[in-house]
């Protein structure tokens, strides 16, 4: 009994050290949780951080979108299975790359599905709506928002970006992206003033995986350049004066560092609300990985020089200290 009570009380004293050692954690580590996961879409929601990557596996397995959240950016919590093939019909593989934007009361959560190749095939960009940002998240209209290839893109990496109540859907694989008006219910779309739907503004270098954000008066336009299975996977950036003028090619600011990880991209950002403080989170390959599947979700700080240029990344593996919405 006494060999007993003294094992047991070793054992509780090493996971009272081990709670003390998590609760003293003092930046969010890289990657930022456990598990395969790539192309993160990062939001704010009240004062909960939120992160929705792609689960990176094989295709055919690639069939569920997870979640977390997290109050300081360092203790993050899982939220399993918020959608699966199972609510979404019409979808039977190749599920990833989700966007989120709230409007009103309800969340919902863009993805790409099916990897189409061509317009005889069915498949494209879909919709899932909750009233939580946990999900569960079902079907909103029981089929593609966008279902054809058109100009060039495939339709797959959106983004949703809400100007000033103005949702716009930005999108698009094989070297081509577009840019579109989502209309009040999100179920279709408004045509620009000269009559086009879809507007390509497809920058020099583009790939996919395009994102944007407005700081100061200025619009940021930033996609993946390179091979999302190779080491040389990039972030690249332009700035514009509205969404859906041409933009120049400024710079590559994220890309990897031979001793600490490759193939870093396919991104989102997050601003502090009231600030002009910034984060990246992105994935990347550990050096230790080959299989293209294997990557995993980080967060570095981003900072911006006295012209408004994106200064590049310094990725790590410390990550970020603790940081509440306030």
Same mark, same amino acid.
């Given at each position: 009994?006494? !060999?007993?009570?003294?094992? %047991?009380?070793?054992? !509780?004293?090493?996971?009272?050290?081990?709670?003390?050692?998590?609760?003293?954690?003092?930046?969010?580590?890289?990657?930022?949780?456990?598990?395969?996961?790539?192309?993160?879409?990062?939001?704010?929601?009240? $004062?909960?951080?939120?992160?929705?990557?792609?689960?990176?596996?094989?295709?055919?397995?690639?069939?569920?979108?997870?979640?977390?959240?997290?109050?300081? !950016?360092?203790?993050?919590? $899982?939220?399993?299975?918020?959608?699966?093939?199972?609510?979404? =019909?019409?979808?039977?593989?190749? %599920?990833?790359?989700?966007?989120?934007?709230?409007?009103?009361?309800?969340? *919902?959560?863009?993805?790409?599905?099916?990897?189409?190749?061509?317009?005889?095939?069915?498949?494209?960009?879909?919709?899932?709506?909750?009233?939580? @940002?946990?999900?569960?998240?079902?079907?909103?209209?029981?089929?593609?928002?966008?279902?054809?290839?058109?100009?060039?893109?495939?339709?797959?990496?959106?983004?949703?970006?809400?100007?000033?109540?103005?949702?716009?859907?930005? *999108?698009?694989?094989?070297?081509?992206?577009?840019?579109?008006?989502?209309?009040?219910?999100?179920?279709?779309?408004?045509?620009?003033?000269?009559?086009?739907?879809?507007?390509?503004?497809? @920058?020099?270098?583009?790939?996919?995986?395009?994102?944007?954000?407005?700081?100061?008066?200025? *619009?940021?336009?930033?996609?993946?350049?390179?091979?999302?299975?190779?080491?040389?996977?990039?972030?690249?950036?332009?700035?514009?004066?509205?969404?859906?003028?041409?933009?120049?090619?400024?710079?590559?600011?994220?890309?990897?560092?031979?001793?600490?990880?490759?193939?870093?991209?396919?991104?989102?950002?997050?601003?502090?609300?009231?600030?002009?403080?910034?984060?990246?989170?992105?994935?990347?390959? @550990? %050096?230790?990985?080959?299989?293209?599947?294997?990557?995993?979700?980080?967060?570095? $700080?981003?900072?911006?020089?006295?012209?408004?240029?994106?200064?590049?990344?310094?990725?790590?593996?410390?990550?970020?200290?603790?940081? =509440?919405?306030?």
């Amino acid at each position: 009994m006494k !060999l007993r009570t003294v094992l %047991l009380m070793g054992a !509780l004293g090493i996971c009272t050290q081990a709670s003390v050692a998590q609760e003293k954690k003092e930046t969010s580590g890289n990657p930022i949780f456990e598990g395969w996961y790539a192309d993160p879409e990062a939001a704010i929601f009240g $004062k909960t951080f939120w992160v929705y990557p792609t689960y990176s596996a094989p295709y055919n397995q690639q069939v569920k979108f997870d979640a977390f959240s997290s109050t300081d !950016l360092v203790h993050w919590t $899982k939220h399993p299975s918020i959608v699966d093939t199972s609510a979404l =019909k019409w979808v039977k593989r190749a %599920l990833w790359a989700p966007a989120i934007t709230k409007k009103g009361s309800k969340y *919902y959560l863009f993805f790409g599905a099916n990897d189409i190749q061509n317009n005889d095939e069915y498949g494209g960009i879909g919709v899932a709506v909750s009233n939580s @940002p946990s999900g569960p998240f079902k079907d909103y209209l029981g089929k593609p928002l966008i279902d054809k290839i058109i100009n060039k893109a495939q339709p797959i990496d959106q983004f949703v970006f809400n100007d000033n109540g103005k949702y716009y859907i930005i *999108y698009g694989g094989w070297g081509h992206c577009n840019i579109a008006q989502l209309n009040k219910d999100f179920t279709g779309f408004i045509p620009f003033e000269n009559g086009e739907t879809y507007k390509s503004i497809t @920058p020099e270098g583009y790939v996919e995986g395009p994102v944007m954000f407005k700081r100061k008066g200025k *619009y940021y336009f930033m996609w993946s350049e390179g091979g999302w299975t190779g080491p040389d996977y990039r972030v690249a950036y332009a700035i514009g004066d509205s969404p859906t003028e041409p933009f120049k090619r400024i710079n590559t600011i994220l890309k990897q560092d031979a001793t600490i990880a490759t193939g870093a991209g396919h991104h989102s950002m997050v601003n502090i609300p009231g600030t002009d403080e910034w984060y990246i989170i992105y994935h990347r390959r @550990p %050096l230790t990985e080959t299989d293209g599947n294997h990557r995993v979700t980080c967060i570095d $700080k981003i900072y911006f020089d006295e012209k408004g240029e994106i200064k590049p990344v310094k990725i790590t593996n410390e990550g970020v200290p603790a940081r =509440k919405v306030k």
